[in-house]
């Protein structure tokens, strides 16, 4: 396993609805474990393929407490087949935004359809902060991101000092 660099928003890779994918093989098992990886170094609860520059529907997620066992979940292709109309609202951050977060509100329950890294079908009924993160982590695969959902106001300030943010980052890797 190794740790992949995670894409800093804003950036085109972001925006991309990404592609099914077709064949669960080696290589896919290695991204997803790579991606799991990556999500606990930061630290982070949930990362999506395009964070670590691939446009494949694939997320990982683990809420487990930092006192508590891990909890890795692996998603392939995942869709929401229902959603509750009961809502709830989470301050939300991301690692593609590290350091900014804002208030969402989303479906408190979803029913998410996926497959398993060994390619069988799984159904996961989920509440609480595990719907939000996976309904987040979803938008990621359709090239939304959690700014999408806030003011325009509040996502063009958040924007403009990520710009300036990978700007700094590009200097201090270039130094
Ligand atoms: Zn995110």
């Not at 694939?58 to 979940?73: C, F, M």
């Not at 989920?126 to 719907?131: C, K, S």
């Amino acid at each position: 396993m190794s740790t992949r660099d995670i894409v800093w928003a804003p950036d085109r890779v972001l925006k991309t609805n990404c592609t099914p994918v077709t064949e669960i093989d080696g290589d896919i098992r290695q991204i997803l474990d790579d991606m799991l990886e990556t999500m606990y170094a930061a630290p982070g609860i949930g990362l999506a393929a395009p964070q670590i520059g691939l446009t494949k529907r694939l997320l990982v997620v683990d809420i487990s407490r930092d006192d508590e066992e891990n909890r890795p979940l692996k998603v392939i292709n995942p869709e929401i087949v229902w959603s509750s109309e009961e809502l709830n609202t989470y301050e939300e951050g991301c690692l593609s935004l590290p350091g900014h977060y804002g208030e969402v509100t989303r479906p408190a329950q979803v029913t998410v359809q996926f497959l398993d890294e060994t390619g069988a079908e799984q159904r996961m009924d989920a509440d609480g902060l595990l719907a939000t993160c996976l309904q987040h982590e979803i938008d990621h695969l359709n090239g939304v991101l959690f700014v999408d959902h806030i003011s325009a106001l509040k996502r063009n300030m958040i924007l403009k000092k990520m710009i300036k943010a990978k700007k700094q980052r590009e200097e201090d890797e270039a130094a």
